[in-house]
Every structure is written in structure tokens, then in C-alpha cells.
């Protein structure tokens, strides 16, 4: 019988990719956060403006659009707070970095 060749072409390495950079990596995670913190609080202050609207407010639309206000606006304060705090694992928390 005759000997079997292998037809299939030689597997080359696999391309290297440099890793994401830390503060990269850093920054994707704070923007998961604060869009996945904004859709979770926004929807809560909706649904709390629709239970009050309907209980208190006879079915008047104001108190869903209050409430989803509050809901993006407490999001939006907890992200930017986070986006301005930076990286703080080498500072002390609650100190001021006055910078020359």
C-alpha cells in the first residue's frame, strides 16, 4: 500500500497581541459601572414613579419622570465621583493631593 502524506499546511504561531494597558483596563471597567449603575437606578426611579403615580398621583405622569431624574441623577454622581477619584490604591482615602 502506499504511505499516506499529510496534505494539511504547517500551523504558524499564533500572532502575539500586546495586553491592554492597566489604565486601560481600569477605565472599561469604571464605564461598565456607571452605564450598567445609570440603566439599574434609572429603572428603578421610573418604576418608583409609576407605583406612586398610580397609588397617589391619579396616573399623572410627572412623579415616573421625577423619579427617573432622581434615578439617573444619583447614577451620574456615583460615576463621576469615581472618574474623578482615579486610581487610589497607592493614596490614602479622604486626603487632598495638592500637586506643585
Do not use: C, Q, Y
Request: glycine residues 8%; aromatic residues 8%.
Amino acid at each position: 500500500m502506499s504511505s499516506t502524506t499529510s496534505t494539511t499546511p504547517s500551523s504558524s504561531p499564533p500572532i502575539a497581541r500586546p495586553s491592554k494597558p492597566a489604565s486601560e483596563a481600569l477605565l472599561n471597567e469604571k464605564w461598565d459601572h456607571a452605564i450598567s449603575s445609570m440603566l439599574i437606578r434609572s429603572t428603578l426611579g421610573l418604576s418608583f414613579g409609576v407605583i406612586f403615580s398610580v397609588l397617589l398621583f391619579k396616573r399623572r405622569a410627572w412623579p415616573a419622570w421625577v423619579g427617573l431624574g432622581f434615578g439617573a441623577g444619583r447614577a451620574w454622581e456615583e460615576a463621576d465621583a469615581t472618574f474623578k477619584k482615579g486610581d487610589t490604591a497607592n493614596r490614602k482615602e479622604g486626603l487632598r493631593v495638592i500637586r506643585p
